[in-house]
């Protein structure tokens, strides 16, 4: 069975910091994983996703994610937070067997502050 | 106007009413995703859909039917809505194949007294 953690339901930062969101991931085959992001009253949207090949992945609005297999993780960082970063974001991982089902963490809410 | 269009955006009602959520989306896509969001839970799939005859339980599918009236259409249902069904619940297409990009709709919020 797959599974998705993500630790710290809250995470604060200034404007301007570091942003790390952890994901750590359970899966007997090779995980395809995703970083979706909801802003207030809207739907998720894609940031990015790891399926094979580049281990470090780039996504939207400078956001990177790093597959490391080793840890089973799948962190999210952005070198500088800005207010517009504000949201909640979910790590998942995708089934196989055809059926595209992701599977998905907790979410981590995100506060930018001045 | 938005790809996947969830109706309605919000609802009040009470135990033992039959609820009905829609979905219309114009991307296109065979498979279409229900799945509900509680705090703390992340989301949950209920129910999903290849095409029009292939319907598919999810995890937490007790409590829930689905319609898939044309490609692009799918109905959530809510039989006799309890309150612990109160959630936001989303509506999601995707192309054929593993892996691929979920499109959610906005959302729509239940509120079961």
């Known amino acids: 069975a797959q599974s998705v953690t993500q630790l710290g339901s809250h995470v604060s930062v200034s404007e301007g910091a570091l942003v790390l969101l952890r994901c750590n991931y359970s899966?007997?085959?090779?995980?395809?994983l995703f970083w979706y992001v909801q802003y207030p009253n809207q739907g998720l949207q894609l940031l990015l996703k790891?399926?094979?090949?580049?281990?470090l992945v780039k996504g939207i609005n400078g956001f990177e994610a790093e597959f490391k297999k080793s840890e089973t993780s799948f962190h999210l960082t952005k070198p500088s937070a800005h207010m517009s970063d504000a949201a909640e974001y979910f790590c998942?991982?995708?089934?196989?067997?055809?059926?595209?089902?992701?599977?998905f963490g907790a979410g981590t809410r995100l506060a930018v502050h001045p | 106007d938005a790809d996947v269009t969830q109706t309605p955006r919000n609802r009040i009602t009470k135990t033992g009413k039959r609820i009905m959520l829609e979905c219309s989306q114009t991307?296109?896509?065979?498979?279409m995703y229900w799945y509900r969001q509680d705090p703390g839970l992340g989301l949950r799939l209920i129910y999903y859909?290849?095409?029009?005859?292939?319907?598919n339980k999810g995890e937490i599918s007790d409590g829930y039917s689905v319609s898939r009236q044309a490609q692009a259409k799918f109905s959530l249902s809510l039989e006799s809505a309890i309150p612990n069904q109160t959630a936001l619940y989303f509506c999601?297409?995707?192309?054929?194949?593993?892996?691929?990009?979920?499109?959610f709709g906005e959302g729509s919020r239940l509120t079961v007294l």
């Open positions: 790891y399926t094979t090949g580049a281990t």
């Open positions: 859909s290849f095409d029009v005859k292939d319907i």
């Open positions: 998942a991982v995708s089934s196989s067997g055809g059926y595209n089902k992701l599977i």
């Open positions: 999601a297409t995707s192309e054929p194949g593993d892996h691929r990009e979920l499109f």
């Open positions: 899966s007997s085959v090779p995980p395809y």
């Open positions: 991307k296109g896509h065979d498979r």
